[in-house]
Protein backbone atom coordinates (compact mmCIF):
# COMPACT_ATOMS: atom_id res chain seq x y z
CA UNK A 1 0.00 0.00 0.00
CA UNK A 2 0.54 3.35 -1.18
CA UNK A 3 -0.07 6.80 -1.66
CA UNK A 4 0.11 8.64 -5.13
CA UNK A 5 -0.31 12.22 -5.14
CA UNK A 6 0.12 14.21 -8.78
CA UNK A 7 -1.27 17.58 -10.64
CA UNK A 8 -1.20 19.51 -13.17
CA UNK A 9 -1.11 23.50 -11.69
CA UNK A 10 -1.50 26.48 -14.50
CA UNK A 11 1.35 28.30 -13.10
CA UNK A 12 4.25 27.53 -10.51
CA UNK A 13 6.26 24.99 -9.33
CA UNK A 14 4.70 21.49 -8.86
CA UNK A 15 7.62 19.54 -7.12
CA UNK A 16 6.85 21.20 -3.96
CA UNK A 17 3.35 21.16 -3.79
CA UNK A 18 3.68 16.89 -4.32
CA UNK A 19 6.06 17.00 -1.98
CA UNK A 20 3.59 18.75 0.86
CA UNK A 21 0.79 16.35 0.01
CA UNK A 22 3.00 13.34 0.20
CA UNK A 23 3.56 14.14 3.38
CA UNK A 24 0.01 14.19 4.11
CA UNK A 25 -0.11 10.56 2.87
CA UNK A 26 2.47 9.12 4.24
CA UNK A 27 0.42 7.46 6.82
CA UNK A 28 -0.27 5.13 3.89
CA UNK A 29 3.52 3.99 3.53
CA UNK A 30 6.77 5.23 4.21
CA UNK A 31 9.37 3.32 3.09
CA UNK A 32 10.68 4.96 -0.56
CA UNK A 33 9.47 8.49 -2.12
CA UNK A 34 9.65 9.53 -5.16
CA UNK A 35 8.55 12.60 -7.73
CA UNK A 36 8.52 13.11 -11.49
CA UNK A 37 7.56 15.97 -13.23
CA UNK A 38 7.60 17.58 -16.54
CA UNK A 39 8.81 20.51 -18.09
CA UNK A 40 9.28 21.77 -21.86
CA UNK A 41 8.85 18.30 -23.20
CA UNK A 42 11.39 16.53 -20.43
CA UNK A 43 11.43 14.15 -17.47
CA UNK A 44 12.37 15.01 -14.36
CA UNK A 45 12.74 12.21 -11.06
CA UNK A 46 13.97 11.89 -7.89
CA UNK A 47 13.75 8.72 -5.85
CA UNK A 48 15.04 7.21 -2.96
CA UNK A 49 14.81 4.96 -0.02
CA UNK A 50 13.58 6.14 3.34
CA UNK A 51 10.81 8.42 5.24
CA UNK A 52 10.15 11.34 3.01
CA UNK A 53 12.01 13.93 5.76
CA UNK A 54 15.27 11.94 5.41
CA UNK A 55 14.76 11.50 1.26
CA UNK A 56 14.75 15.05 1.13
CA UNK A 57 17.68 16.57 3.08
CA UNK A 58 19.65 14.34 0.91
CA UNK A 59 18.07 14.92 -2.25
CA UNK A 60 15.90 18.24 -1.74
CA UNK A 61 12.51 17.01 -2.87
CA UNK A 62 11.60 20.19 -3.76
CA UNK A 63 13.98 21.46 -6.83
CA UNK A 64 12.25 19.27 -9.58
CA UNK A 65 11.46 21.68 -12.31
CA UNK A 66 7.31 22.19 -14.24
CA UNK A 67 4.16 22.54 -13.34
CA UNK A 68 3.42 19.10 -14.39
CA UNK A 69 3.93 16.19 -12.09
CA UNK A 70 3.61 12.68 -10.33
CA UNK A 71 4.92 11.86 -6.57
CA UNK A 72 4.17 8.16 -4.73
CA UNK A 73 5.39 7.55 -1.51
CA UNK A 74 5.47 3.52 -0.66
CA UNK A 75 4.79 0.54 1.46
CA UNK A 76 6.81 -2.19 -0.23
CA UNK A 77 4.96 -5.22 -1.42
CA UNK A 78 6.83 -6.42 -3.90
CA UNK A 79 10.63 -5.49 -4.04
CA UNK A 80 12.41 -4.50 -0.84
CA UNK A 81 12.65 -1.00 -0.03
CA UNK A 82 15.91 0.16 -2.21
CA UNK A 83 16.15 3.17 -4.27
CA UNK A 84 15.94 0.90 -7.27
CA UNK A 85 12.08 -0.20 -6.07
CA UNK A 86 11.00 3.26 -5.59
CA UNK A 87 8.33 4.70 -8.01
CA UNK A 88 8.26 6.10 -10.09
CA UNK A 89 8.74 3.29 -12.74
CA UNK A 90 10.06 3.91 -16.35
CA UNK A 91 9.83 2.47 -19.68
CA UNK A 92 13.58 1.01 -21.52
CA UNK A 93 14.67 4.14 -22.54
CA UNK A 94 17.11 5.97 -21.13
CA UNK A 95 16.74 8.90 -20.32
CA UNK A 96 13.03 7.58 -19.47
CA UNK A 97 10.64 8.83 -21.55
CA UNK A 98 7.46 7.01 -19.58
CA UNK A 99 7.04 7.55 -15.60
CA UNK A 100 4.37 5.17 -13.54
CA UNK A 101 3.41 5.95 -9.63
CA UNK A 102 1.11 2.91 -8.57
CA UNK A 103 -0.53 1.82 -5.36
CA UNK A 104 -1.51 -1.89 -5.22
CA UNK A 105 -0.78 -5.23 -6.56
CA UNK A 106 -0.99 -6.38 -10.42
CA UNK A 107 -1.45 -9.93 -9.70
CA UNK A 108 -0.42 -11.15 -13.31
CA UNK A 109 2.93 -9.20 -13.37
CA UNK A 110 5.00 -12.10 -13.50
CA UNK A 111 3.44 -13.31 -17.15
CA UNK A 112 3.21 -9.38 -18.55
CA UNK A 113 7.01 -9.60 -17.56
CA UNK A 114 7.71 -12.51 -18.88
CA UNK A 115 6.27 -11.41 -21.86
CA UNK A 116 7.60 -7.89 -22.09
CA UNK A 117 11.35 -9.49 -21.51
CA UNK A 118 10.67 -11.33 -24.23
CA UNK A 119 9.67 -8.56 -26.47
CA UNK A 120 13.33 -7.56 -25.32
CA UNK A 121 12.45 -4.77 -22.54
CA UNK A 122 14.63 -4.59 -20.06
CA UNK A 123 13.68 -4.13 -16.28
CA UNK A 124 15.31 -2.18 -13.17
CA UNK A 125 13.29 -2.77 -10.29
CA UNK A 126 11.63 -5.92 -8.57
CA UNK A 127 8.45 -4.44 -8.51
CA UNK A 128 5.12 -5.43 -10.01
CA UNK A 129 4.60 -1.47 -10.73
CA UNK A 130 7.41 -1.89 -13.61
CA UNK A 131 5.37 -3.32 -15.88
CA UNK A 132 3.11 -0.81 -16.58
CA UNK A 133 5.26 1.63 -18.04
CA UNK A 134 6.90 -1.31 -20.50
CA UNK A 135 3.36 -2.56 -21.51
CA UNK A 136 2.56 1.38 -22.57
CA UNK A 137 5.57 1.56 -24.25
CA UNK A 138 5.20 -2.20 -26.35
CA UNK A 139 1.82 -0.34 -27.52
CA UNK A 140 3.07 2.31 -28.16
CA UNK A 141 5.56 1.29 -30.54
CA UNK A 142 3.99 -1.49 -32.10
CA UNK A 143 0.80 0.49 -32.03
CA UNK A 144 -1.11 -2.54 -31.52
CA UNK A 145 -4.17 -1.01 -30.07
CA UNK A 146 -8.14 -0.22 -30.92
CA UNK A 147 -8.84 3.13 -30.82
CA UNK A 148 -11.68 3.54 -28.46
CA UNK A 149 -14.02 6.25 -28.10
CA UNK A 150 -12.84 8.55 -30.13
CA UNK A 151 -9.73 9.10 -28.37
CA UNK A 152 -7.05 10.94 -30.65
CA UNK A 153 -3.94 10.63 -29.00
CA UNK A 154 -1.93 7.28 -29.46
CA UNK A 155 -0.74 7.68 -25.75
CA UNK A 156 -4.21 7.23 -24.25
CA UNK A 157 -4.84 4.29 -26.39
CA UNK A 158 -1.57 2.88 -25.35
CA UNK A 159 -1.94 3.31 -22.15
CA UNK A 160 -5.56 1.96 -22.02
CA UNK A 161 -4.31 -0.95 -23.94
CA UNK A 162 -2.09 -1.42 -21.01
CA UNK A 163 -4.28 -1.25 -18.23
CA UNK A 164 -6.82 -3.58 -20.31
CA UNK A 165 -4.13 -6.20 -19.61
CA UNK A 166 -3.43 -5.41 -16.09
CA UNK A 167 -5.03 -7.88 -13.44
CA UNK A 168 -5.20 -7.07 -9.67
CA UNK A 169 -5.57 -3.67 -7.95
CA UNK A 170 -4.11 -0.40 -8.80
CA UNK A 171 -4.40 3.53 -8.47
CA UNK A 172 -2.22 4.58 -11.21
CA UNK A 173 -0.92 7.95 -13.25
CA UNK A 174 1.47 7.85 -16.23
CA UNK A 175 3.11 10.95 -17.41
CA UNK A 176 4.72 10.88 -20.89
CA UNK A 177 7.42 12.99 -22.37
CA UNK A 178 5.22 12.13 -25.94
CA UNK A 179 2.78 13.96 -24.35
CA UNK A 180 4.44 16.58 -21.80
CA UNK A 181 1.16 18.70 -21.29
CA UNK A 182 -1.20 15.05 -19.95
CA UNK A 183 -1.11 13.74 -16.89
CA UNK A 184 -3.38 9.73 -17.38
CA UNK A 185 -4.57 8.17 -13.58
CA UNK A 186 -6.89 5.22 -13.59
CA UNK A 187 -8.28 2.84 -10.82
CA UNK A 188 -9.04 -0.51 -9.51
CA UNK A 189 -9.66 -1.39 -6.49
CA UNK A 190 -7.33 1.00 -4.81
CA UNK A 191 -8.51 4.69 -3.98
CA UNK A 192 -8.76 7.40 -6.66
CA UNK A 193 -9.51 10.92 -5.77
CA UNK A 194 -9.58 13.56 -8.03
CA UNK A 195 -9.33 17.46 -5.92
CA UNK A 196 -10.40 20.34 -8.44
CA UNK A 197 -9.27 23.76 -8.06
CA UNK A 198 -9.63 26.60 -10.17
CA UNK A 199 -5.65 26.89 -11.03
CA UNK A 200 -4.87 23.01 -10.61
CA UNK A 201 -5.75 19.70 -10.93
CA UNK A 202 -4.92 17.63 -8.43
CA UNK A 203 -4.92 13.69 -7.87
CA UNK A 204 -4.16 11.30 -4.90
CA UNK A 205 -4.86 8.73 -2.94
CA UNK A 206 -6.58 9.77 0.03
CA UNK A 207 -8.35 13.36 0.66
CA UNK A 208 -6.34 14.35 3.04
CA UNK A 209 -3.73 14.72 0.47
CA UNK A 210 -5.78 18.07 -0.94
CA UNK A 211 -7.34 19.81 2.08
CA UNK A 212 -4.85 22.82 2.03
CA UNK A 213 -5.64 23.08 -1.68
CA UNK A 214 -9.33 22.65 -2.48
CA UNK A 215 -12.30 21.31 -0.96
CA UNK A 216 -13.73 20.38 -4.41
CA UNK A 217 -13.36 16.28 -5.20
CA UNK A 218 -14.30 14.12 -7.32
CA UNK A 219 -14.03 10.23 -6.52
CA UNK A 220 -12.72 7.88 -9.59
CA UNK A 221 -14.53 4.70 -9.88
CA UNK A 222 -12.88 1.27 -10.84
CA UNK A 223 -12.60 0.93 -14.42
CA UNK A 224 -12.07 4.68 -15.52
CA UNK A 225 -9.29 6.61 -17.25
CA UNK A 226 -9.00 10.39 -16.26
CA UNK A 227 -7.10 12.52 -18.61
CA UNK A 228 -5.97 16.05 -17.33
CA UNK A 229 -4.67 18.39 -19.21
CA UNK A 230 -4.19 22.25 -18.08
CA UNK A 231 -7.56 23.41 -19.65
CA UNK A 232 -9.42 19.59 -19.67
CA UNK A 233 -10.82 16.96 -17.36
CA UNK A 234 -12.07 13.47 -18.61
CA UNK A 235 -12.97 10.60 -17.35
CA UNK A 236 -13.41 7.68 -19.64
CA UNK A 237 -14.21 3.88 -19.41
CA UNK A 238 -11.27 1.98 -20.03
CA UNK A 239 -13.14 -0.61 -21.65
CA UNK A 240 -14.78 1.48 -24.22
CA UNK A 241 -13.20 4.16 -24.23
CA UNK A 242 -16.44 6.25 -23.24
CA UNK A 243 -16.80 9.61 -21.30
CA UNK A 244 -17.98 9.67 -18.30
CA UNK A 245 -19.77 12.71 -16.30
CA UNK A 246 -19.58 12.81 -12.67
CA UNK A 247 -19.85 15.73 -10.30
CA UNK A 248 -18.06 17.45 -7.77
CA UNK A 249 -18.67 16.83 -4.05
CA UNK A 250 -17.36 19.29 -1.16
CA UNK A 251 -15.56 17.57 1.86
CA UNK A 252 -16.25 19.65 4.97
CA UNK A 253 -12.93 18.72 6.82
CA UNK A 254 -10.77 22.00 8.08
CA UNK A 255 -7.27 21.64 6.71
CA UNK A 256 -6.02 22.26 10.01
CA UNK A 257 -7.22 18.73 10.75
CA UNK A 258 -4.46 17.12 9.12
CA UNK A 259 -1.81 19.21 11.19
CA UNK A 260 -0.65 18.32 14.17
CA UNK A 261 -1.48 21.13 16.25
CA UNK A 262 0.87 21.21 18.42
CA UNK A 263 0.70 17.84 19.37
CA UNK A 264 4.21 15.82 19.12
CA UNK A 265 2.45 13.06 17.57
CA UNK A 266 -0.64 12.52 15.21
CA UNK A 267 -1.18 9.54 17.41
CA UNK A 268 -1.37 12.10 21.05
CA UNK A 269 -3.62 14.84 18.80
CA UNK A 270 -6.07 12.04 17.96
CA UNK A 271 -6.30 10.67 21.42
CA UNK A 272 -7.01 13.93 22.30
CA UNK A 273 -9.46 14.30 19.77
CA UNK A 274 -11.81 11.94 20.98
CA UNK A 275 -14.21 13.66 23.05
CA UNK A 276 -15.17 15.97 20.30
CA UNK A 277 -14.88 13.07 18.05
CA UNK A 278 -16.99 10.84 20.28
CA UNK A 279 -20.07 14.39 20.23
CA UNK A 280 -19.56 13.94 16.84
CA UNK A 281 -21.28 10.38 16.68
CA UNK A 282 -24.02 11.67 19.00
CA UNK A 283 -24.96 13.67 15.80
CA UNK A 284 -25.15 10.85 13.27
CA UNK A 285 -27.90 11.27 10.22
CA UNK A 286 -31.15 9.79 11.81
CA UNK A 287 -31.79 7.69 9.12
CA UNK A 288 -29.05 5.76 8.68
CA UNK A 289 -28.97 5.03 12.51
CA UNK A 290 -32.54 3.87 11.96
CA UNK A 291 -31.58 2.06 9.16
CA UNK A 292 -28.60 -0.47 10.14
CA UNK A 293 -31.26 -1.55 13.05
CA UNK A 294 -33.89 -2.29 11.00
CA UNK A 295 -31.61 -4.53 8.41
CA UNK A 296 -30.30 -6.27 11.59
CA UNK A 297 -33.76 -7.13 13.56
CA UNK A 298 -34.79 -8.90 10.32
CA UNK A 299 -31.52 -10.72 9.64
CA UNK A 300 -31.08 -14.60 9.93
CA UNK A 301 -27.80 -14.40 10.73
CA UNK A 302 -25.02 -11.20 11.05
CA UNK A 303 -21.60 -11.61 10.41
CA UNK A 304 -19.44 -8.40 11.40
CA UNK A 305 -16.15 -8.72 9.25
CA UNK A 306 -13.05 -6.69 9.86
CA UNK A 307 -9.55 -6.18 10.52
CA UNK A 308 -7.03 -4.91 13.39
CA UNK A 309 -9.01 -2.53 15.79
CA UNK A 310 -11.92 -2.26 13.84
CA UNK A 311 -12.06 -6.20 14.89
CA UNK A 312 -12.01 -5.54 18.03
CA UNK A 313 -14.55 -2.95 18.10
CA UNK A 314 -16.90 -5.55 16.13
CA UNK A 315 -15.97 -7.72 19.03
CA UNK A 316 -16.85 -5.28 21.73
CA UNK A 317 -20.24 -5.24 19.80
CA UNK A 318 -21.24 -8.66 19.64
CA UNK A 319 -21.09 -8.29 23.19
CA UNK A 320 -23.54 -5.34 22.93
CA UNK A 321 -26.04 -6.89 20.36
CA UNK A 322 -26.36 -9.80 22.82
CA UNK A 323 -26.62 -7.94 26.17
CA UNK A 324 -28.64 -5.04 24.67
CA UNK A 325 -30.41 -6.60 21.83
CA UNK A 326 -30.26 -10.15 22.33
CA UNK A 327 -28.85 -10.34 18.92
CA UNK A 328 -26.46 -13.59 18.50
CA UNK A 329 -23.74 -11.87 16.17
CA UNK A 330 -20.39 -13.67 14.75
CA UNK A 331 -17.06 -10.99 14.92
CA UNK A 332 -15.36 -12.58 12.66
CA UNK A 333 -11.21 -11.78 11.06
CA UNK A 334 -11.97 -10.03 7.90
CA UNK A 335 -8.86 -12.69 6.19
CA UNK A 336 -10.78 -15.36 7.93
CA UNK A 337 -14.03 -14.71 6.64
CA UNK A 338 -14.01 -16.70 3.24
CA UNK A 339 -12.72 -19.84 4.40
CA UNK A 340 -14.71 -19.74 7.67
CA UNK A 341 -17.99 -18.98 6.23
CA UNK A 342 -17.63 -18.66 2.56
CA UNK A 343 -19.76 -21.45 1.79
CA UNK A 344 -22.37 -20.84 4.81
CA UNK A 345 -23.34 -17.37 3.71
CA UNK A 346 -26.68 -16.95 1.68
CA UNK A 347 -29.05 -14.92 0.84
CA UNK A 348 -30.38 -14.91 4.62
CA UNK A 349 -27.02 -13.45 5.82
CA UNK A 350 -26.54 -9.73 6.87
CA UNK A 351 -23.00 -8.72 6.62
CA UNK A 352 -21.49 -5.58 8.88
CA UNK A 353 -18.42 -4.61 7.71
CA UNK A 354 -16.41 -2.30 9.65
CA UNK A 355 -13.47 0.03 8.35
CA UNK A 356 -12.08 3.06 9.16
CA UNK A 357 -10.43 4.10 5.82
CA UNK A 358 -13.25 1.81 4.01
CA UNK A 359 -10.00 -0.15 1.76
CA UNK A 360 -8.93 -2.28 3.69
CA UNK A 361 -8.48 -5.64 1.21
CA UNK A 362 -8.95 -8.33 3.50
CA UNK A 363 -12.14 -6.55 4.56
CA UNK A 364 -13.66 -5.42 1.09
CA UNK A 365 -12.73 -9.36 0.05
CA UNK A 366 -14.90 -10.56 2.89
CA UNK A 367 -17.56 -8.31 1.53
CA UNK A 368 -17.51 -9.01 -2.00
CA UNK A 369 -17.34 -13.29 -1.34
CA UNK A 370 -20.81 -12.37 0.42
CA UNK A 371 -22.10 -9.99 -1.68
CA UNK A 372 -21.38 -13.18 -4.71
CA UNK A 373 -23.70 -15.10 -2.02
CA UNK A 374 -25.99 -12.78 -2.51
CA UNK A 375 -25.97 -11.22 1.33
CA UNK A 376 -26.94 -8.06 2.57
CA UNK A 377 -24.01 -5.93 2.97
CA UNK A 378 -24.10 -3.24 5.85
CA UNK A 379 -21.24 -0.92 6.65
CA UNK A 380 -19.28 1.43 9.30
CA UNK A 381 -16.80 3.59 7.83
CA UNK A 382 -14.75 6.74 8.69
CA UNK A 383 -14.11 7.74 4.65
CA UNK A 384 -17.86 8.49 3.49
CA UNK A 385 -17.05 7.69 -0.29
CA UNK A 386 -14.67 4.59 -0.11
CA UNK A 387 -15.12 1.70 -1.41
CA UNK A 388 -17.08 -0.13 1.42
CA UNK A 389 -19.61 2.84 0.83
CA UNK A 390 -20.32 2.32 -2.56
CA UNK A 391 -20.61 -1.27 -1.68
CA UNK A 392 -22.69 -1.30 1.31
CA UNK A 393 -26.24 -1.36 1.02
CA UNK A 394 -26.47 1.19 3.66
CA UNK A 395 -23.70 2.69 5.48
CA UNK A 396 -22.93 4.74 8.63
CA UNK A 397 -20.21 7.56 8.25
CA UNK A 398 -18.77 7.69 11.89
CA UNK A 399 -17.41 11.22 10.79
CA UNK A 400 -14.03 11.14 13.09
CA UNK A 401 -12.10 13.11 10.83
CA UNK A 402 -8.95 11.82 8.93
CA UNK A 403 -7.14 9.62 11.54
CA UNK A 404 -3.27 10.17 10.59
CA UNK A 405 -1.45 8.13 13.03
CA UNK A 406 -0.92 4.56 11.65
CA UNK A 407 -2.74 3.59 15.36
CA UNK A 408 -6.41 3.36 15.05
CA UNK A 409 -7.22 5.54 18.49
CA UNK A 410 -9.98 8.17 17.61
CA UNK A 411 -11.49 5.96 14.98
CA UNK A 412 -11.90 2.77 17.21
CA UNK A 413 -13.73 4.90 20.02
CA UNK A 414 -16.10 6.31 17.64
CA UNK A 415 -16.59 3.04 16.03
CA UNK A 416 -17.58 1.66 19.14
CA UNK A 417 -19.92 4.58 20.30
CA UNK A 418 -21.75 4.21 16.56
CA UNK A 419 -21.95 0.45 17.41
CA UNK A 420 -23.60 1.08 20.97
CA UNK A 421 -25.94 3.39 19.62
CA UNK A 422 -26.81 0.92 16.70
CA UNK A 423 -27.68 -2.03 19.71
CA UNK A 424 -29.02 0.46 21.59
CA UNK A 425 -31.59 1.49 19.14
CA UNK A 426 -31.86 -2.55 18.13
CA UNK A 427 -33.14 -2.93 21.77
CA UNK A 428 -35.76 -0.73 21.37
CA UNK A 429 -37.26 -1.75 18.67
CA UNK A 430 -37.12 -5.55 20.02
CA UNK A 431 -38.33 -4.56 23.20
CA UNK A 432 -36.08 -6.54 25.51
CA UNK A 433 -35.01 -4.21 27.62
CA UNK A 434 -36.84 -2.01 30.25
CA UNK A 435 -37.59 1.53 29.36
CA UNK A 436 -35.68 2.28 31.89
CA UNK A 437 -32.83 0.48 31.19
CA UNK A 438 -32.79 2.26 27.46
CA UNK A 439 -32.97 5.80 28.86
CA UNK A 440 -30.58 5.45 31.63
CA UNK A 441 -28.06 4.10 28.30
CA UNK A 442 -29.03 6.41 26.57
CA UNK A 443 -28.33 9.47 29.13
CA UNK A 444 -25.22 7.05 29.98
CA UNK A 445 -24.01 7.28 26.35
CA UNK A 446 -24.09 11.34 26.13
CA UNK A 447 -21.62 11.36 28.93
CA UNK A 448 -18.82 9.52 27.80
CA UNK A 449 -17.47 12.11 25.30
CA UNK A 450 -16.79 14.04 29.19
CA UNK A 451 -15.90 11.41 30.47
CA UNK A 452 -13.06 10.74 28.15
CA UNK A 453 -12.27 14.35 28.52
CA UNK A 454 -11.83 14.04 31.90
CA UNK A 455 -9.42 10.66 31.59
CA UNK A 456 -7.16 12.90 29.06
CA UNK A 457 -7.32 15.85 31.51
CA UNK A 458 -6.78 13.81 34.98
CA UNK A 459 -4.99 10.70 34.39
CA UNK A 460 -2.45 11.57 31.35
CA UNK A 461 0.64 12.43 33.37
CA UNK A 462 0.05 9.40 35.76
CA UNK A 463 0.03 6.91 32.80
CA UNK A 464 3.29 9.06 31.32
CA UNK A 465 4.87 7.94 34.88
CA UNK A 466 3.71 4.60 34.32
CA UNK A 467 5.06 4.49 31.08
CA UNK A 468 8.31 5.50 32.78
CA UNK A 469 8.40 2.55 35.58
CA UNK A 470 7.41 -0.18 32.83
CA UNK A 471 9.50 0.80 29.98
CA UNK A 472 11.99 -1.44 30.24
CA UNK A 473 9.50 -4.60 30.41
CA UNK A 474 9.52 -7.25 27.61
CA UNK A 475 6.42 -8.72 27.66
CA UNK A 476 2.30 -7.30 28.86
CA UNK A 477 -0.55 -9.36 30.08
CA UNK A 478 -4.01 -7.83 29.43
CA UNK A 479 -6.56 -9.12 30.50
CA UNK A 480 -10.53 -8.72 30.76
CA UNK A 481 -13.74 -10.56 30.80
CA UNK A 482 -17.02 -10.32 29.05
CA UNK A 483 -16.45 -7.09 27.12
CA UNK A 484 -13.35 -6.18 28.53
CA UNK A 485 -11.69 -8.75 26.56
CA UNK A 486 -12.13 -6.33 23.86
CA UNK A 487 -10.66 -3.54 25.53
CA UNK A 488 -7.63 -5.95 26.32
CA UNK A 489 -7.00 -6.91 22.97
CA UNK A 490 -7.29 -3.18 21.68
CA UNK A 491 -4.86 -2.42 24.40
CA UNK A 492 -2.58 -5.16 23.29
CA UNK A 493 -2.46 -4.22 19.88
CA UNK A 494 -1.63 -0.85 20.60
CA UNK A 495 1.61 -1.61 23.11
CA UNK A 496 2.52 -3.70 20.02
CA UNK A 497 2.09 -1.89 17.01
CA UNK A 498 3.63 1.77 18.37
CA UNK A 499 5.75 0.45 21.01
CA UNK A 500 6.66 -3.03 20.08
CA UNK A 501 6.26 -4.77 23.27
CA UNK A 502 5.52 -7.86 22.33
CA UNK A 503 2.17 -8.80 24.65
CA UNK A 504 -0.37 -11.53 25.03
CA UNK A 505 -4.25 -10.34 25.63
CA UNK A 506 -6.62 -13.08 27.29
CA UNK A 507 -9.83 -13.46 28.41
CA UNK A 508 -9.10 -12.88 32.29
CA UNK A 509 -11.14 -16.28 33.24
CA UNK A 510 -8.82 -18.38 30.58
CA UNK A 511 -5.22 -17.41 31.95
CA UNK A 512 -5.57 -20.18 34.51
CA UNK A 513 -5.49 -22.45 31.71
CA UNK A 514 -2.00 -22.21 30.26
CA UNK A 515 -0.89 -18.40 30.00
CA UNK A 516 -0.20 -18.29 34.07
CA UNK A 517 2.68 -20.36 33.87
CA UNK A 518 4.36 -17.06 31.87
CA UNK A 519 4.01 -15.16 35.38
CA UNK A 520 7.52 -14.76 37.46
CA UNK A 521 8.30 -11.75 40.17
CA UNK A 522 7.49 -8.63 38.47
CA UNK A 523 5.91 -9.76 35.15
CA UNK A 524 3.29 -6.85 34.32
CA UNK A 525 -0.40 -7.77 33.91
CA UNK A 526 -3.02 -4.76 32.92
CA UNK A 527 -6.52 -6.08 34.18
CA UNK A 528 -9.53 -3.80 32.54
CA UNK A 529 -11.93 -4.17 35.61
CA UNK A 530 -14.70 -2.00 35.08
CA UNK A 531 -17.64 -1.98 38.03
CA UNK A 532 -19.67 -4.74 35.77
CA UNK A 533 -21.15 -8.29 36.19
CA UNK A 534 -17.55 -9.35 35.35
CA UNK A 535 -16.11 -7.20 38.66
CA UNK A 536 -15.80 -10.14 41.11
CA UNK A 537 -14.02 -13.12 39.23
CA UNK A 538 -11.52 -10.33 38.04
CA UNK A 539 -10.52 -9.69 41.46
CA UNK A 540 -10.21 -13.35 42.07
CA UNK A 541 -7.88 -13.47 39.04
CA UNK A 542 -6.31 -10.48 40.19
CA UNK A 543 -5.12 -12.07 43.22
CA UNK A 544 -4.11 -15.28 41.13
CA UNK A 545 -1.60 -13.50 39.45
CA UNK A 546 -0.37 -11.12 42.73
CA UNK A 547 -0.04 -14.47 44.49
CA UNK A 548 2.41 -15.72 41.93
CA UNK A 549 4.85 -12.07 42.32
CA UNK A 550 2.97 -10.20 39.00
CA UNK A 551 3.19 -6.40 39.21
CA UNK A 552 -0.59 -5.39 38.16
CA UNK A 553 -1.81 -1.99 36.86
CA UNK A 554 -5.84 -1.76 37.39
CA UNK A 555 -7.81 0.25 34.81
CA UNK A 556 -10.58 0.46 37.36
CA UNK A 557 -13.54 2.47 38.29
CA UNK A 558 -12.42 5.93 40.44
CA UNK A 559 -12.57 4.85 43.95
CA UNK A 560 -13.35 1.00 43.46
CA UNK A 561 -10.98 0.74 46.71
CA UNK A 562 -11.65 -3.27 46.10
CA UNK A 563 -9.67 -3.11 43.12
CA UNK A 564 -6.95 -0.51 44.66
CA UNK A 565 -5.71 -1.76 47.22
CA UNK A 566 -5.02 -4.80 45.26
CA UNK A 567 -2.66 -3.49 42.67
CA UNK A 568 0.74 -2.09 42.25
CA UNK A 569 -0.87 1.11 40.04
CA UNK A 570 -4.07 2.23 38.81
CA UNK A 571 -5.70 4.21 36.85
CA UNK A 572 -9.09 5.63 37.42
CA UNK A 573 -12.30 6.38 35.46
CA UNK A 574 -15.19 8.67 36.14
CA UNK A 575 -17.71 6.49 38.19
CA UNK A 576 -21.30 5.45 36.73
CA UNK A 577 -20.80 4.03 33.10
CA UNK A 578 -22.50 0.63 32.39
CA UNK A 579 -20.22 -2.07 31.52
CA UNK A 580 -21.71 -2.26 28.19
CA UNK A 581 -20.46 0.69 27.55
CA UNK A 582 -17.13 0.63 29.04
CA UNK A 583 -15.09 -0.41 26.28
CA UNK A 584 -15.19 2.99 25.12
CA UNK A 585 -13.15 5.42 28.07
CA UNK A 586 -11.07 2.00 29.43
CA UNK A 587 -9.31 2.09 26.03
CA UNK A 588 -8.22 5.51 26.90
CA UNK A 589 -5.65 4.85 29.63
CA UNK A 590 -4.13 2.26 27.17
CA UNK A 591 -3.93 4.17 24.03
CA UNK A 592 -1.73 6.69 26.20
CA UNK A 593 0.04 3.70 27.62
CA UNK A 594 0.98 2.67 24.61
CA UNK A 595 2.23 5.84 23.35
CA UNK A 596 4.23 6.72 25.87
CA UNK A 597 5.60 3.45 26.23
CA UNK A 598 6.37 4.21 22.58
CA UNK A 599 8.24 8.15 23.71
CA UNK A 600 10.38 6.25 26.34
CA UNK A 601 11.17 3.09 24.64
CA UNK A 602 12.26 5.89 21.22
CA UNK A 603 9.88 4.39 18.62
CA UNK A 604 8.05 6.83 16.52
CA UNK A 605 4.06 6.08 17.19
CA UNK A 606 3.09 7.57 14.21
CA UNK A 607 5.11 5.62 11.72
CA UNK A 608 5.47 2.06 13.42
CA UNK A 609 7.82 -0.08 11.03
CA UNK A 610 6.69 -2.42 8.73
CA UNK A 611 3.40 -1.08 8.74
CA UNK A 612 0.85 1.26 6.87
CA UNK A 613 -2.45 2.90 8.00
CA UNK A 614 -4.61 1.49 5.52
CA UNK A 615 -3.71 -2.33 4.11
CA UNK A 616 -4.82 -2.50 0.58
CA UNK A 617 -3.53 -5.71 0.17
CA UNK A 618 -4.76 -9.18 1.05
C1 LIG B 1 -4.86 -0.26 14.13
O1 LIG B 1 -4.12 0.46 15.04
C2 LIG B 1 -4.11 -0.86 13.03
N1 LIG B 1 -3.21 0.03 12.43
C3 LIG B 1 -4.86 -1.80 12.12
O2 LIG B 1 -5.04 -2.96 12.87
C4 LIG B 1 -6.21 -1.38 11.52
O3 LIG B 1 -7.16 -1.25 12.53
C5 LIG B 1 -6.65 -2.43 10.48
O4 LIG B 1 -5.72 -2.47 9.45
C6 LIG B 1 -8.03 -2.16 9.93
O5 LIG B 1 -8.09 -0.95 9.24
P1 LIG B 1 -9.49 -0.37 8.76
O6 LIG B 1 -10.27 -0.05 9.98
O7 LIG B 1 -9.12 0.85 7.96
O8 LIG B 1 -10.15 -1.42 7.93
Redesign the pocket.
Same mark, same amino acid.
Given at each position: MCGIFGCILKEGQAAPIIHAALKRLEYRGYDSVGEATLDEGKLYVKKDAGKIDEVHMRRNLDDLPGRIGIGHTRWATHGAPFQVNAHPHFDCSDPPKIAVVHNGIIENFAELRRELEDAGHVFRSKTDTEVIPHLIEEYLNSKQFATKGNVDSEFINATIAAIGRLQGSYALAVVSTSDPDMILCARNESPLVLGIADNAWYFASDIPAFLPLTNKIIFVENGELVVLRENLLEIRKVADGSLVSRETKLVDWPPEMVEKQGYPHFMLKEIHEQPRCLRNTLRLQEKYLELLPTFLDRAREVIMV???????ACLAASYMFSKLSFLATHPVI?SEFTEQHGKSVSIDSTILA????? /??A??LAAVETARQRAATILGL???VGST?TRISRVYVGQQSGPEI?????K??TS?LSVLSQLAIRLAKKRGKVSQEEIDLLEEKIEEIPDIVENIVETQEEKVRTLARKYKGKQCFFFLGRGISYATALEGR??LM /??AYVPSIAFPAGESKHGPISLITQGFPVIFVCPPDETRRTVIGNIMEMKARGASIIAICEKGDEDIIKLVDDYVEIKEGIPGVLSPIPYVVPLQLFAYYMAIERGCDPDM?RN?????TVK
Open positions: ACGTSYHAVSQSG /ETDTTNVLGVAATTFQLK /EVPLAKSV
